[in-house]
């Protein structure tokens, strides 16, 4: 039973680039949440997204940052016009049914902006 | 916003030795988790606490979820070189708002 997957695991991007992190939930999970990550910091929570629906976003930034989970296909969140300090390791979790059920995490998304 | 105090920020300790964490908070959680994160990897679920006083052991792990709801802790008996690492607690509400609060982490640093 794989676990949730994220792609790339690194990604390096120029200011003013577009950054694109894909996840793919556990088999049978349609509830997926997206954390960042600063060094020495613990996870801040970002986004949680049930198919098709975003349900809570109170953690996202208002601007250049946005997500999505279609009915198929991967979960992406997109950072458009990278800056430095969007520097961080970005986490991908899942659960089955939400409702508090125990959230799942994948290997991460390290970040780096030049 | 909510916020974890978590508690002791790092741990030195030697092999064999029980260690124990904690972590509170002036906020109610629903539900309280704990992870443990190795460098490079992503949090890996440790246990999940779901009513208040609830105590909950996976191996030589026991977690409590406080009676008051604003807290709970981690204890590790025997510790072994491989519990190296930084162990999370995260607190949630549900009812939709599902995004789990976590702590800064605790260290642990095993000295053999």
């Known amino acids: 039973n794989a676990g949730v997957m994220q792609n790339p695991r690194h990604l390096v991007r120029r200011r003013g680039q577009e950054a694109r992190l894909r996840c793919s939930p556990m088999?049978?999970?349609?509830?997926v949440y997206w954390y960042r990550q600063l060094p020495e910091e613990g996870l801040k929570f970002m986004v949680y997204?049930?198919?098709?629906?975003?349900?809570?976003e109170s953690g996202m930034p208002k601007e250049r940052f946005s997500a999505e989970f279609p009915k198929e296909g991967p979960s992406i969140l997109r950072i458009q016009q990278v800056v430095r300090g969007d520097s961080a390791a970005y986490f991908c979790?899942?659960?089955?049914?939400?409702?508090?059920?125990?959230?799942?995490f994948g290997p991460g998304t390290r970040l780096t902006v030049l | 916003g909510q916020q974890l105090n978590q508690s002791p920020q790092s741990m030195f300790i030697q092999e064999g030795e029980d260690v124990s964490m904690n972590c509170t908070s002036s906020?109610?959680?629903?539900?309280w988790l704990w992870y443990k994160q190795e460098p490079g990897e992503g949090p890996v679920l440790l246990i999940a606490?779901?009513?208040?006083?609830e105590l909950t052991s996976n191996g030589r792990l026991t977690a409590q979820f406080g009676i008051t709801r604003k807290d709970s802790f981690l204890n590790i008996s025997a510790s072994i070189p491989s519990d190296v690492g930084i162990y999370f607690c995260?607190?949630?509400?549900?009812?939709?708002?599902?995004?789990?609060?976590f702590g800064k982490g605790t260290h642990l640093i095993i000295q053999p």
């Open positions: 979790a899942s659960s089955p049914n939400g409702r508090g059920d125990p959230q799942y």
């Open positions: 088999k049978g999970h349609s509830h």
């Open positions: 997204l049930q198919k098709e629906n975003i349900i809570d």
């Open positions: 906020s109610i959680f629903n539900t």
């Open positions: 606490l779901y009513k208040a006083g």
């Open positions: 995260a607190g949630g509400v549900g009812g939709g708002a599902d995004g789990l609060t």
